[in-house]
């Protein structure tokens, strides 16, 4: 039987598998394709807020999911890692590629964080 945290790093790496399709279909050359792919990451998330930091849940309860981050002086994502907890769990970052931080950043800048 999972532990509580192998089930939330389970649920996260299943969402992570689903951004870095939507990000590599942000990659084509059909302007159509790209702005299905913009749309469908904005829809994607549960919820997306920003203070001087940013936060994209995009699953909940037990296991939950989300990116967090910092933004730039334009309200604009510099960075992004991937966390996730289950029930009265902290929440933990999830090991991840550079090309997946890569494709986390690039789903991350498809929202404005912006007042």
């Known amino acids: 039987m999972a532990t509580d945290t192998e089930r939330a ?12 399709e939507l990000v590599a279909a942000l990659e084509t050359d059909n302007d159509d394709a790209r702005e299905e792919a913009s749309q469908a990451i904005r829809e ?3 919820s997306a807020g920003a203070v001087k930091s940013y936060e994209i849940l995009l ?5 939950a999911v989300r990116i ?3 933004l730039d002086v334009y309200d604009e994502p510099e ?13 933990t970052d999830v090991a991840t590629t550079k090309e997946e931080d890569a494709a986390l950043l690039r789903y991350a800048k498809q929202f404005y964080f912006g007042v």
């Open 9 to 20: 790093v389970s649920q996260a790496k299943a969402q992570l598998e689903g951004i870095m």
């Open 44 to 46: 994607d998330a549960l």
């Open 59 to 63: 699953a909940c309860g037990g296991p």
């Open 79 to 91: 960075d992004a890692a991937l966390q996730c907890q289950d029930w009265l769990t902290p929440w």
């Open 68 to 70: 967090v981050g910092n």
